[in-house]
């Protein structure tokens, strides 16, 4: 089979399209035809090897363990082994291989059918599942972390014209909240055709003065004390993403000043699951959700897309088509 690889960390261009061995599914495992992926900040990071904790959390220390990337999937379930008994060859499956071998940008991948995977719905594209599972999970995971986001809420996305980003403005909206989306210039526009009912350029302006009921944090570079000053009293900070000393800041500070209280501020840890899946695919195929795929690329393109993604050039999801 065609797959992208890699051999060592480092930037786009150590990606090549090989000819590899098609993996062949153990006892418990499906293989897919992929039909689709979606390019996440964690394929970069995972590719550049930074930051450290990525090595450290199994990518390997010195050069990639695993030679593909990709853990975003929506494909056709080729071949089942024995022991598998939810899914049958030719159902269309779509969902998270990241704590599943995650290589999804090749032809085929093997996956143990206790990963997060669900049938996708006829009307939902290959390219539309496949963009949901990582981004649109932890959007919707940190839109209820404490308790759900209720109408009237005051809620700020930071980081919010990237790929988490465009799926927390949309559901915030579904759920009545009034949203503030940050991002860079360029990402304003996007913000607010997503929904947002205010945006705040992050390269002009430090958000202070309003105060939120939920602060969903996909870029974290701020520190928590600044978040803390724009808190509404019993309100949720969750961290998504960030630099290694703010994730720190936050696991930590954080911690101490939600015990302090009104507030709770914690690191979200996204919990891939089939329940949220499918509910993401409801919300899809229902016409309240739209994947905001900015493009589609082909599988020998993968290389161009992770550039785009890790020159901050992309606004919500890149989707590789195989
Ligand atoms: N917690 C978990 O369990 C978990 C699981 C998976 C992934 N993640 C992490 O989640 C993070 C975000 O994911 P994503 O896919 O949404 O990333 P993304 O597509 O890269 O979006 C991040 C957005 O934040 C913007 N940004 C950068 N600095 C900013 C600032 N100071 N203020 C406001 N916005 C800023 C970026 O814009 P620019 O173009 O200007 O940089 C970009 O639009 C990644 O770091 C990923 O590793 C977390």
């Known amino acids: ?53 990525v090595r450290l959390s199994g ?52 996956v143990s059918e206790t990963a997060p995977l669900v049938t996708k719905p006829a009307s939902v594209s290959f390219e539309e599942a496949a963009a949901l599972p990582q981004a649109g999970v932890l959007a919707l995971q940190g839109l209820r972390r404490v308790r759900e986001t209720r109408a009237g809420d005051r809620v700020l996305i930071v980081g919010a014209g990237g790929g988490g980003g465009s799926f927390a403005i949309q559901l915030a909206k579904l759920a009545g909240a009034h949203v503030t989306g940050v991002d860079n210039t360029g990402k304003l526009d996007y913000m607010t055709s997503l929904g947002a009912d205010q945006v705040i350029d992050y390269t002009r302006e430090t958000v202070s003065g309003a105060r939120y009921d939920r602060i969903i944090d996909f870029a974290g570079r701020r520190s928590i004390f600044g978040h803390r000053s724009v808190l509404a009293d019993s309100g949720v900070y969750s961290m998504v993403g960030g630099t290694v000393p703010r994730l720190l800041q936050a696991a930590t500070v954080g911690w101490v000043l939600s015990k302090l209280g009104p507030v709770d501020m914690r690191v979200l840890l996204v919990q891939p699951n089939r329940e949220d899946l499918s509910a993401l695919a409801g919300m899809v195929e229902a016409g309240t959700l739209v ?6 690329y082909d599988l ?7 550039a785009r993604l890790g020159a901050n050039e992309a606004q919500g999801k890149l989707i590789i088509r195989i």
Request: charged content about 20%; glycine content about 10%; aromatic content about 8%.
């Open 1 to 53: 089979m065609k797959a992208i690889v890699y051999k060592q960390y480092g930037p786009p261009d150590v990606l090549a399209m090989r000819e590899v061995e098609t993996p062949v599914p153990g006892e418990n495992q499906l293989l897919i035809r992929v039909r689709a992926a979606s390019v996440n900040r964690s394929d970069w990071e995972t590719l550049i090897g930074k930051p450290a904790f």
């Open 59 to 110: 990518a390997g220390v010195f050069k990639p363990k695993k030679p593909i990337l990709g853990s975003d999937v929506a494909g056709t379930v080729e071949a089942a082994g024995p022991d598998v008994s939810g899914f049958s060859p030719g159902d269309e499956v779509f969902g998270d291989v990241i704590w599943h071998g995650a290589s999804a940008f090749a032809e085929y991948v093997c």
């Open 291 to 296: 994947p905001a795929i900015e493009r589609t």
């Open 300 to 306: 020998a393109e993968a290389p161009l897309a992770l």
